[in-house]
């Protein structure tokens, strides 16, 4: 019975994770799947590795994927900018983002504090980014033009429209700059970020349950063996 169980978890398992595969969900330490038919939530962490004023400067991007049109050509989002910097950088400024695409960018908007643009910007020695969300005149910074901690969190939306339709869409590479970093509020500095989701995603939950109900399952055939046994 107990290896009747375990092929049966195996084959489930595996079952899942194949039907996972055509929702959106989180691919690894720094990108997520996104399909143009699921909406889904996920936390970019970020935490500057290069530049100047490093120390404390921290800040998380939460990014929504709201729908896409039916051509999947037009992809819509909302995001939420908080600057989470403590000392010595507790005055910095979280000044842009942004992340790359597996599919070409035809162009980008944005509503709300931040800008969007495309092919632009770069980030303290991390490279470019696809598209680059900012505060300022441009993805490069500029300083008091960005998020400080006491105005956190920022929100908005912002589109994506797509050279060509696709069903999905692999974003990666997220990275953040922040501008007046360390003691003396004269540094810059770039950090990419973690991924992370709020909730365990639909796979994850049935996959919980269903191991529920196979201990639940066992359990009940040990008591009637035991019964049998022993009655």
């Not at 996972?20 to 970020?46: C, E, M, N, P």
């Not at 600057?83 to 910095?92: H, R």
Request: proline residues 2%; positive net charge; contains cysteine.
């Amino acid at each position: 019975m107990r290896i009747t169980l375990l092929a049966s978890a195996c084959l489930i398992g595996s079952l899942l994770a194949t039907g996972a595969q055509a929702a959106s969900y989180v691919t690894g330490s720094g990108s997520v799947s996104l399909d143009r038919t699921d909406d889904f939530s996920w936390t970019a962490k970020l935490a500057a590795t290069a530049g100047s004023g490093t120390d404390g400067t921290t800040g998380t991007i939460t990014y929504n994927f709201l729908s896409a049109n039916s051509a999947g050509t037009v992809w819509n989002f909302s995001y939420s900018v908080d600057n989470t910097s403590v000392a010595p950088s507790a005055k910095s400024e979280l000044a842009s983002f942004g992340f790359n695409s597996s599919v070409a960018i035809a162009s980008a908007a944005a509503t709300g504090t931040f800008k969007a643009g495309i092919d632009t910007g770069n980030f303290n020695g991390l490279g470019s980014a696809d598209v680059c969300l900012y505060a300022g005149s441009n993805c490069n910074g500029g300083a008091s033009n960005g998020i400080t901690s006491a105005a956190s969190p920022a929100t908005g939306t912002f589109s994506l429209t797509l050279k060509s339709g696709a069903n999905v869409l692999i974003l990666g590479d997220f990275v953040g700059r922040w501008q007046s970093t360390g003691a003396s509020g004269n540094g810059s500095a770039s950090g990419r970020g973690t991924v992370v989701t709020a909730v365990p995603e639909p796979a994850s939950w049935a996959m919980m349950l269903i191991g529920f109900g196979l201990v639940g399952g066992a359990a009940r055939y040990r008591r009637r063996s035991h019964r049998v046994a022993f009655g």
